[in-house]
């Protein structure tokens, strides 16, 4: 499978954009759908990144929350907070700079942030990768 982010990376040389790709990475690890990254800078003060995507079970929108968290500790990152994990329909993780959001399909479409961040530009889709 081609990874979505192919550079190993050291934490020094992480910038905020590479957080958001290595996200992205191991959602796409996980078999994640509909992976979009959007740059929100400007936009907003919450973050500069953010990361959606989408989960077809509970159980796998956790086991995608937990590879994103893994992923990132192994590059030094710890979340400010996790939510959601306890009903597994929308989980956030905030790094700070970075904030994940990872969906269950039926959430994802009801709450429909990339109508909410139109303005956003999109520095990642997953059909993107594909095309590759």
């Avoid at 159980?59 to 590879?67: G, K, S």
């Avoid at 009903?87 to 700070?96: E, I, K, P, S």
């Avoid at 399909?105 to 709450?111: C, H, L, V």
Wanted: proline share 1%; net charge negative; charged share 35%.
């Amino acid at each position: 499978m081609k990874s979505l982010y192919k550079e190993e990376l050291l934490m020094s040389d992480l910038s905020i954009k590479d957080i958001a790709l290595l996200a992205a990475d191991a959602a796409d690890d996980k078999k994640a759908e509909d992976i979009d990254v959007l740059n929100v800078q400007g936009l907003t003060v919450i973050a500069d990144y953010f990361v959606l995507c989408s989960a077809n079970s509970d159980q796998q929108v956790r086991a995608i929350a937990r590879a994103i968290d893994e992923k990132l500790s192994e590059k030094g990152l710890e979340p400010k907070k996790i939510a959601g994990m306890d009903d597994a329909r929308w989980v956030l993780m905030d790094y700070a700079d970075v904030i994940v959001h990872v969906f269950h399909k039926r959430e994802r479409e009801y709450y429909d942030l990339e109508r909410l961040w139109s303005d956003a530009e999109k520095i990642l889709r997953q059909e993107d990768k594909e095309n590759e």
